[in-house]
Nanobody, 125 residues
Framework: QVQLVESGGGLVQPGGSLRLSCATSGSIFSIYAMGWYRQAPGKQRELVAHITSGSITNYADSVKGRFIISRDNAKNTVYLQMNSLKPEDTAVYYC???????????????????WGQGTQVTVSS
């Protein structure tokens, strides 16, 4: 069972940047695909970005061109660099360790059962 601990959230003005980190332990990090999700009040949790074990990345349309997901297998950590933040990015952000599957030209992320406590991101002036 993998353990996940998110950090790096906070309050930032529109147009600002934050870098989230997710430290993992308890399993072999390098074999997992990793995903970042977010959940805003009153909304369902949504997948924001994911990265395969081979470091191929995918993004939701709402964050494409603004967010960058990356991983450091030596540190068992996945990151989410968030730039040009908007008020609608306000949410609790969670990371997840799962799996990726290729379907023709697309990659689907399948979440695993372990979640961290999340980190709050608030974008407001």
């Amino acid at each position: 069972q993998v353990q996940l601990v998110e950090s790096g959230g906070g309050l930032v003005q529109p147009g600002g940047s934050l870098r989230l980190s997710c430290a993992t332990s308890g399993s072999i990090f390098s074999i997992y695909a990793m995903g970042w999700y977010r959940q805003a009040p009153g909304k369902q949790r949504e997948l924001v970005a994911h990265i395969t074990s081979g470091s191929i990345t995918n993004y939701a349309d709402s964050v494409k061109g603004r967010f960058i997901i990356s991983r450091d297998n030596a540190k068992n950590t996945v990151y989410l660099q968030m730039n040009s933040l908007k008020p609608e990015d306000t949410a609790v952000y969670y990371c997840n360790a799962g799996a990726s599957r290729y379907h023709n030209t697309s990659i689907t992320y399948y979440p695993g059962g372990s979640w961290g406590q999340g980190t709050q991101v608030t974008v407001s002036s």
